[in-house]
């Protein structure tokens, strides 16, 4: 088993930044792959980045818009058994509840190859 517990969320004006937090517990967290979900209430929950077991390989989602690629990254500290995403250039359009999550599969765009889930993060950018 593994838990997740994201932090980091909040309220912030459109251009600014803020860094997500993904705290993994349990005996082989640092073992999965681990990415970041988000969904707004009128949208499907988005695959916005992956990141490998070793934080080597990432993967952005929306790779033709380039939606996130130079704005958000995505990395992990398996010493600490957390994983971040830091974004920057917020706009309206970024507000959302990000979930954070862990796959032991190699298919990462699919939620439903997830295998953990975390309760999300509100992120809400003003305009």
């Known amino acids: 088993q593994v838990q997740l517990v994201e932090s980091g969320g909040g309220l912030v004006q459109a251009g600014g930044s803020l860094k997500l937090s993904c705290a993994a517990s349990g005996r082989t967290a640092s073992r999965y792959a681990m990415a970041w979900f988000r969904q707004s209430p009128t949208k499907e929950r988005e695959f916005v980045a992956a990141?490998?077991?070793?934080?080597?390989?990432?993967?952005?989602?929306?790779s033709v818009n380039g939606r996130f690629t130079g704005r958000f990254t995505i990395s992990r500290d398996n010493a600490k058994n957390t994983v971040y995403l830091q974004m920057n250039s917020l706009s309206p359009e970024d507000t959302a509840v990000y979930y954070c999550?862990?796959?032991?599969?190699?298919?990462?765009?699919?939620?439903?190859?997830?295998?953990?889930w975390g309760q999300g993060t509100q992120v809400t950018v003003s305009s």
């Open positions: 999550a862990a796959t032991s599969g190699a298919n990462w765009g699919p939620s439903g190859s997830y295998d953990y």
């Open positions: 990141i490998n077991w070793s934080g080597g390989t990432t993967f952005y989602g929306d």
